[in-house]
């Protein structure tokens, strides 16, 4: 069996460590979550039980919305982060909803710290795994169709420094 389908651009990011130095200092974090800190920018993305108000999207993001748009075809109105703090910090299996995604959009993870890797199991045989690793700068895209057959993680790993993903949406209005 192949991997799920995705698209992966090592080197995304023109700047990730000003990227990352920027979102340290200019983002304030939700720490209701145990696992790891998340922040909500533009039309909200409502997920595990925490609701976002709208934010707007700061002009550093806006600049990835539009690199998004060229490279993917579709420009994000959601960007939520999550902040891994160390290998601890850690997002269990599951599925994106894509109910609320407008039509033949999917998820772009742009990921900035430490490298982490991206564990992705078939739902049809959960013996079947793929590991991806997501480089500083990195860009990730899951369509609904990987959001369909595959359930994805970030597991837990030894001696790992900080982390952010900025994971970009198209939300219906």
């Known amino acids: 069996m192949n991997g799920p389908p995705l698209h992966l651009d090592s080197a995304f990011v023109a700047s990730p460590d000003a990227l990352f130095e920027w979102l340290g200092a200019a983002v304030t974090w939700d720490e209701r979550m145990k696992a790891r800190k998340t922040a909500s920018f533009g039309v909200p993305y409502n997920y595990s039980q925490i609701a976002y ?11 990835l919305c539009g690199q998004i748009e ?5 420009r994000p109105n959601n960007c939520l982060l999550n902040h891994y703090v160390d290998g601890a910090s850690s997002m269990g299996f599951h599925s994106d909803s894509s109910e609320a ?10 990921s900035v710290g430490s490298t982490r890797t991206i564990t992705y199991r078939s739902k049809a045989d959960s013996a079947v795994r793929f590991d991806y690793p997501l480089p500083h700068g990195s860009l990730l895209y899951m369509s ?20 952010i993903s900025l994971t ?3 939300i219906l209005k």
């Open 101 to 110: 995604l407008a039509p033949g959009t999917g998820v772009a993870i742009v």
């Open 144 to 163: 609904d169709a990987v959001q369909q057959e595959w359930l994805h993680a970030i597991p837990k790993a030894d001696s790992v420094g900080e982390r």
């Open 70 to 74: 060229a490279k993917l075809g579709f």
């Open 53 to 63: 108000e709208p934010v707007p999207m700061p002009a550093e993001l806006d600049a």
């Open 168 to 170: 970009f949406r198209a």
